[in-house]
C-alpha cells in the first residue's frame, strides 16, 4: 500500500519536475530571444556558475571532503578545451613568445569534443592527485588542494610552449551561448542529483556523517571519495571550457584562488550538501553582485545627491552573508533538497492552516 | 523557519530595489552619456583611480560637446575579466552610452572589445598597451602608445645612448605586459648587434631577488631592463645595491608611482625608464590646464596614469565634436582620423588601426624626484 502510493508519488513528481524544467527552459528561451545582450550575458554566468557550484557541492557538501581546488579544475579545462578549438592560424599569432609544441598547434576540434576532453582530461588530473590526496583527511585535504591550485597556475605561467605563460590564450571562439551554458547546468545538475539519489550518493553521505564508522559498515570510503572527487572535476573541466569560450580570453590570473573561494561562497550560502541550495546561492550571488551595482551609482533620493561609491556592494555583499551566517547558519536549504511532497503539503498547508487530515 | 521568513523578506527588498532603479526615469534630452569602466576595486585598484581621477578632472574642464552636458556613467570592473565584459555590457545596453572609456591592464579591454565592437561603440583605453587590444577590431582605440614600441625604444636608447652592448634582462613573468616588453627589448637589442647575456625571472610579490641578481652580476652584463611594476623595481634596486651590482638599470611605464621612490630610496637614484607622460615635459596648451586643475583638486602631483585618463576624455570629446554626431559609427572615423591632437601627454594621432602615434618621454630619478630627461617620437 504505502510502497503503491510512493511509486504514484515519484510518477507525479517526475512529470512535475520535467514540466517546470521544460517551462523554465521556454522562459530562458524568451530571455535569450527578447533580452538585451546585457542580461543574456547574466544569465550565461548564472548557469556557468550554477554547474560550477554544485559540482563543487559534490565533493565539499555532500562527501563533506573540504577540497580547494575548484580553481585548478576550471583552469584545466578552459586551457584544455581553449587549445582544441582554437584554429591553428590563432594559435601561431598568440603564442609569440614560445610556439605551441607540435601536436596541438595543428589540432582543431569542435567546441562539444573539446567540452567533453576538457572534461576528461580534468577527472584525469583528479584521479592522479586523488591517490595521495585522500590519504590524508580533514585540513590536510584543504592543504594539498590548495597547493593543487597553486601548482596549476604555475605551471600555466611557466610552461610557455602549452599555456603561453602569463600571456595567457587570447580569440578563443565565442562559442558559449544560452543554449551552452543552459544545457551544462541542466546536465550537470540532473546528473548530480542523480548521483546523489543513488545508493553511491547514500555512501557519500555516510562519509559526510562519520568516515569511520561507514567504512565499519563496509563502505569503501577511498572508493567512493574518489568518484566523487573524479566527478565533481568532470563538471568543473567543462564548466571551465564553457567559462573559456564565453569570456574569450583567458590567462592564469583568472583562475586564482579567489575563483575557488566564490564558490565556496555560493555552496556554504547555500547549505553544504544541497543541490538545491547551491543552485539557488549561485543564482543569488551572480544576480546579486550585478543588481547590487545600483548601490555604487549616483543616487538621488528627493533632493539628496548621494555620490557613487565604488566597492559599496561588495560591503553590502559582506553584510548579507554575515546576516545568512547568523540567521541561517547551515544556508538556505541546510542539507535540504526540494522536493515536490515538500511543495505540495506545504501548499496545502497553506490553505488548511488550522492542520486538517492531511 | 524565521531566518527563512528573514531571509526571503531581505531578498523581496532587494528586489523591489532593483526595480524601483530599473523604473525611474532618469533620461534627460541635454546630456551625453560616455560610459567608464576601471577597475576601481581588486588587484589593480590604484591604476583605475588614478585613471578615474584624470577623467574627472578632464570632464571638468570640458563639460560639454555639441551644446550638451557630459554625464559619465562609472562602472567598477573588480580588475576581473568577467567583470569588465559585464561592465561593457552594462554600460552599452542598460544605460545606452554613446562611447565608452576603459580600461587600465590589456586583458580587462580585451574582454569588454568584443561586446562593444559587436555593439558598434567605440571604445577609448586610456592605458592597454598591448598590441593585440586593437588587432582586427574597428572600434577599440587607444591614447598610450604600445608595448613594442615601448621596448624598441628602450633597446635603442640602451644601445645607442648608454653605449651598453651585453644586456641581462629581469622580467616579472606572471604579468604579460612585462614579458612582452622584455620580449621586445631582446629582439630590437640583438638586431642592433648587442647580445643578451641573462634572461631570468620574478614573480609578482616576490620579495628576494638576490638569486636572480647573482645570476645576472656574474654575466657582466652592461645594463639591466628590466619592465616590471614598481614595488618589484624598487626591491630590486635595493638588492643590487647591496649585492654591489653597480650598472644602469633601465625600465618601463609601470615603473612610474611615487612608491617606487619611497620605497627604493637612495637605491632607485640614476634609475631611467619610458613613461608615458612628464610633468616637465608636457608642452601644450591643455596639459598646462590639466596640470593646474588636477593638482588643485587631488593635492598630488599629475602622473601618468591619470593624465592618460585624461586624455582618452579629451580625444573622444574632440572626435565626437568633429563627427558632429552621437552615432558610434560617426564618433569611431572620427576617432580613426583623429590628428596632430595636442593632448596633456603630448601631440598624438590616431589611425585606422586604433593605436596613437606620439612621443614617449623618458624620465630619470634624481634626488628622490622623478626628472624629465627627454621626450623620444616614433
Redesign the interface.
Known sequence: MELRNNRKMNRRDRLLSLTTTAVFLFLLFLADRFG????T??LI?CAIFIGLAVSYNLINGVTGQFSLAPNAFAAIGAYTSALLTMTPLEKELSF??KPLIWPLSVIHAPFIISLLIAGLVTAFMAFLMGFPVFRVRGDYLAIVTLGFGEVVRVVA??AQSITN????L??IV?YTDMAWSWGFAVITVFLIYRLVQSSYGLALKAIRYDETASEAVGVDTFRHKMLAFTVSAFFGGVGGGILAHF????????FTFFLTFNLLIIIVIGGLGSTTGAVIAAF?VTL?G?????V??PL?IGGLHIP?I??MR?VIFSL?LI??MI??RHG?MGSQEFSWRWAIEKVESFRRPKGGDA | M???N??LA??GL??A??LV?FILP?KEADIVEIGVFLP??GGVASYGQMGWAGIKTANKLEPTVLGKKVEL????EKSD??EA??AV??L???EKVVALIGTSTS?NT??GA??AE??KVPVVSPTATDP?VTQNRKYIFRVCFIDPFQGVVAAKYAYENLKARKAALLMD????Y???LA?FFKQEFISLGGVITASTFC?SGDQDFTAQLSSIAATKPDILYMPNYYTEDALVCKQAAELGLKIPILSADGAHAPELISIGGNAVEGFTFTGHFAKDGATTELAKKYIQAYEATYKTEASGFDALGADAYFVLIDAIRRAKSLEGPKIRDALASTKDFPGVSGVMSIGEDGNARKGMVLLQVKNGKFTYLTTINP
Open positions: 538585451s545582450d546585457y542580461e550575458r547574466i554566468n609569440i613568445v605561467n611557466n605563460g602569463p600571456l595567457g587570447k580569440g565565442n569570456i574569450t580570453t583567458i590567462s592564469p590570473n583568472l543569488m546579486g550585478e543588481l547590487l551595482r545600483v555604487e551609482e538621488f557613487g565604488p566597492g561588495m548579507i546576516l545568512v540567521f541561517a538556505i | 524565521k531566518a527563512k528573514i531571509f531581505l531578498a532587494a528586489v530595489a532593483a532603479v532618469k576601481m576595486t556613467i562609472l562602472v567598477d575579466k568577467i565584459a559585464n555590457s552594462r552599452i545596453k542598460k586583458g580585451m574582454a568584443a561586446i559587436e555593439a593585440r613573468q606572471a604579468q604579460d612585462c614579458v612582452d620580449n614573480q
